[in-house]
């Protein structure tokens, strides 16, 4: 929600720039001229005010940038676990095929992620091409586009995190109460957003 939050204000706050950038261009020309008004003049107070908030939406992609190699690392450290488990578990008899389908459909959700999130990234790119020397309406269209695909990485998140509670974690339960069947005397922990399961007996 903060993130959501923070990218509107940055667009929204792009937007106005964009929409009233002539009208500042010109006050500021002319107080600086004395009221006097030359196409030059204009034309270097916009140049300026592009370049602001052209720096800005830099600003903002490399952010979300970092954002997503933050995720990418927890999701990808979540499934070297759990294949480091199925091989342990493997090596002992335990069946593991639950977990095995579990992490490839988990790989194929991150993998969704991770493409998602860079069209996202792209996207949020791509407006600063039209936050100078472009119509209002365009620059709008192009920020649209973005935030509909920053809803779809929330819903990808939610996704992973979902599968996780609701499938992966009942399977590593079950698993558990294998090794708790057969006697076998083992830990093995999956560490996924700070939250610890163990499997342990």
């Not at 600003?59 to 990418?72: D, L």
């Not at 996202?120 to 407006?127: E, G, I, N, Q």
């Amino acid at each position: 929600m903060k993130k959501k939050i923070i990218v509107s204000s940055i667009l929204a706050i792009s937007f106005v720039f964009v929409t009233l950038a002539s009208a500042q261009a010109a006050q500021l020309v002319r107080t600086s001229n004395g009221g006097a008004l030359t196409t030059s003049t204009v034309n270097a107070a916009l140049t300026e005010k592009c370049q602001i908030l052209t720096t800005k939406v830099d600003t903002q992609v490399a952010k979300f940038n970092n954002n997503k190699e933050r995720h990418s690392k927890v999701f990808s450290a979540l499934t070297n676990k759990i294949s480091i488990i199925i091989n342990s578990l493997d090596a002992k008899g335990i069946d593991t095929g639950n977990l095995k389908a579990d992490l490839a459909v988990l790989s194929e959700k991150v993998n969704k992620f991770n493409s998602d999130y860079q069209i996202y990234v792209d996207k949020l790119a791509v407006t600063k091409d039209y936050v100078c020397g472009a119509s209002a309406g365009q620059f709008v269209s192009k920020v649209g586009e973005a935030r509909k695909q920053l809803l779809t990485i929330r819903k990808d998140i939610l996704d992973i995190n979902n599968f996780y509670q609701t499938t992966i974690r009942p399977d590593i339960k079950t698993i558990r109460n294998q090794i708790r069947a057969m006697g076998t005397s083992t830990q093995l922990k999956l560490n996924i957003k700070g939250s610890s399961t163990s499997i342990v007996e």
